[in-house]
């Protein structure tokens, strides 16, 4: 079984223990502003989420890490990979991705889970490219994705939520030449 570690957080397969904390984290309207139509999940969504997780990993090898807090084992958020079949016109791609409660934010934690799960993605897994898709205004995020080295790849409209998204992505060439 696979687990990440870094300085301040385990990345890890999801448990039981972890729906719902990630049913709170999912419930919260400012923490969901940008995922899709901005609707929040309640723990039965969050229950099904887990599992379909869970699924991508069986099916492809990788996934969405629950990252627990090593100082507390509280769970923050998540982090990882994920095929973006939302958006059609990107495939075939792997998205990375993180989703933290509120109470994580302006501390670094999401760039930190986003490195392992990069370095995860081309060391571990061998894939070429990678791609992260934020909502047009979710700064946070963009900055994020300046940090792990991405670049914008395209704009278009995310066909699920009818919002403007855009693309960034990163090759294992430019990982390589800037690790």
Do not use: C
């Not at 223990?17 to 999940?41: C, Q």
């Not at 923050?76 to 075939?92: I, K, S």
């Amino acid at each position: 079984m696979v687990v990440l570690e870094t300085p301040r957080l385990i990345l890890r397969r999801w448990r039981e223990a972890d729906v719902a904390p990630m049913a709170a984290i999912n419930a919260d309207p400012e923490v969901m502003r940008w995922i899709r139509d901005g609707g929040v999940r309640d723990e039965q969504q969050t229950r099904d989420g887990i599992r379909a997780w869970e699924s991508e990993w069986e099916s492809h090898g990788f996934g969405l890490f629950a990252a627990e807090l090593r100082s507390t084992g509280e769970l923050a958020g998540f982090t990882g990979l994920a095929v973006p079949y939302f958006l059609p016109e990107v495939l075939p791609a792997v998205e990375v991705g993180w989703r933290l409660g509120r109470s994580h934010w302006g501390q670094g934690l999401a760039t930190e889970a986003a490195e392992a799960a990069v370095r995860f993605a081309f060391e571990e897994r061998g894939l070429e490219r990678i791609v992260s898709i934020a909502q047009v205004g979710n700064d946070a995020s963009e900055r994020i994705m300046a940090k792990l080295g991405m670049h914008l790849f395209r704009e278009t409209v995310s066909p699920t939520a009818a919002r403007p998204v855009r693309v960034f992505e990163l090759s294992s060439d430019r990982y390589v030449a800037t690790a």
